[in-house]
């Protein structure tokens, strides 16, 4: 499957953004743990800290390849079939094969609590 490598890197930073804000939602919910303490406080504010690094890179990350994308191109082909292979979450597998850049996230905030995609 041969594609124009802008397209695809596209699609690249499109997850890369995605992967940022799951992250991101994780941050609030361990700042606010009421009840039984699971880490002291500077153990809390390490695991927060690491968070928010894993943000900062993942969105550092797709700025970066989005940039050096707008220089590349559209006459390039990669092939991307031995790649798309070793994906393993199918939703990612399709976002990065189609062809079409997806709007919104993997996990949307209207999605039900306990709604989950067997695998």
């Known amino acids: ?3 124009a490598l802008p397209e695809v890197l ?3 930073v499109s ?3 995605d992967v940022a804000y799951l992250i991101e939602r994780i941050e609030p919910q361990l700042s606010n743990v009421h009840g039984e303490v699971l880490l002291d406080a500077n153990d809390r504010m390490l695991v927060l800290q690491g968070i928010d690094l894993a943000v900062q890179k ?3 990350l797709a700025e970066f390849i989005d ?3 707008a220089s590349i191109p559209e006459d390039w ?3 991307v079939t031995t790649a798309l292979n070793l994906v393993k979450l199918a939703d990612m ?3 990065l094969s189609n062809g079409m850049l997806r709007h919104g996230h993997s ?3 209207t999605k039900v609590v306990g709604d989950f995609e067997a695998f």
Do not use: W, Y
């Open 1 to 3: 499957m041969e594609e």
């Open 10 to 12: 596209m699609r690249i």
């Open 15 to 17: 997850e890369l953004h």
């Open 58 to 60: 993942t969105r550092g």
């Open 67 to 69: 940039t050096i994308t």
């Open 77 to 79: 082909i990669v092939d």
């Open 93 to 95: 597998q399709r976002a």
């Open 107 to 109: 996990q949307p905030l």
